[in-house]
């Protein structure tokens, strides 16, 4: 998976995007022994998830829900409730949320963040929370300002939630090289190192 995805190219008040979508995924359901991680994000989430299971050696285990929708969505949270509770096993949740929804100004998002996480903390009080920074757009569009403002927030979020922090925000752009033509998407290569900036943190925090 490379840029296969939509992203919005232009910031509009519309609080959908011309194209919306959703994946879940939910990987080799069989593996009852390794650490099993809920990853929700969007398109990067779901190219980065199969690296990060290779880069474990599968002693941890991605099951991904991904999703176009902006947290403001009415729908959004219940997908991800209904996603969180076919998991039986979950040693670790990552979330991300910043590609999308950008007609949210920088408080609402903040807000709707925070109400994101409390409500995924109700749905599984004993699973560790991660928030995902989101990762560097290059382009001369108003996103690649935005990004860094949103990470702010973002990390303001997981501090209030006690949550834990993955960054990938500083890794893609040290790996800029990596992004696909559309300055949003990586290459293979680059979700490869975003996959290892996960297992690498996670270890950190004695997940895996």
């Not at 009852?32 to 991680?37: N, P």
């Not at 096993?89 to 590609?99: E, F, T, V, Y």
């Not at 996480?117 to 004993?126: F, G, L, R």
């Not at 990470?151 to 990596?178: F, M, Q, T």
Request: proline fraction near 4%; charge should be negative; glycine fraction near 4%.
């Amino acid at each position: 998976m490379t840029n296969d995805y939509t992203y919005q190219e232009k910031i509009t008040e519309c609080p959908l995007e011309q194209y919306e979508w959703e994946r879940i995924w939910f990987e080799d359901v069989y593996d009852t022994e390794a650490k099993r991680v809920l990853y929700i994000g969007d398109s990067i989430s779901n190219a980065t998830f199969p690296y990060a299971t290779l880069e474990a050696g599968r002693k941890l285990i991605f099951n991904n829900f991904a999703s176009s929708k902006g947290l403001d969505n009415p729908y959004y949270y219940p997908m991800i409730k209904m996603f969180i509770e076919q998991n039986e096993r979950k040693d670790a949740i990552i979330i991300n949320n910043g590609l999308h929804g950008w007609h949210l100004d920088d408080d609402k998002y903040e807000e709707l963040y925070l109400k994101l996480v409390e409500n995924i903390k109700k749905c599984s009080p004993d699973t560790p929370i991660f928030i995902v920074l989101t990762t560097a757009v290059d382009d001369a569009r108003e996103f690649s300002q935005r990004v860094p403002k949103r990470n702010e927030r973002a990390i303001a979020v997981a501090k209030k939630a006690d949550a834990g922090i993955i960054d990938l925000y500083s890794v893609s752009k040290a790996n800029k090289a990596l992004l696909c033509d559309d300055g949003v998407h990586f290459i293979p290569e680059g979700y490869e190192v975003l996959g290892k900036e996960i297992i690498r943190a996670l270890g950190e925090n004695q997940i895996i």
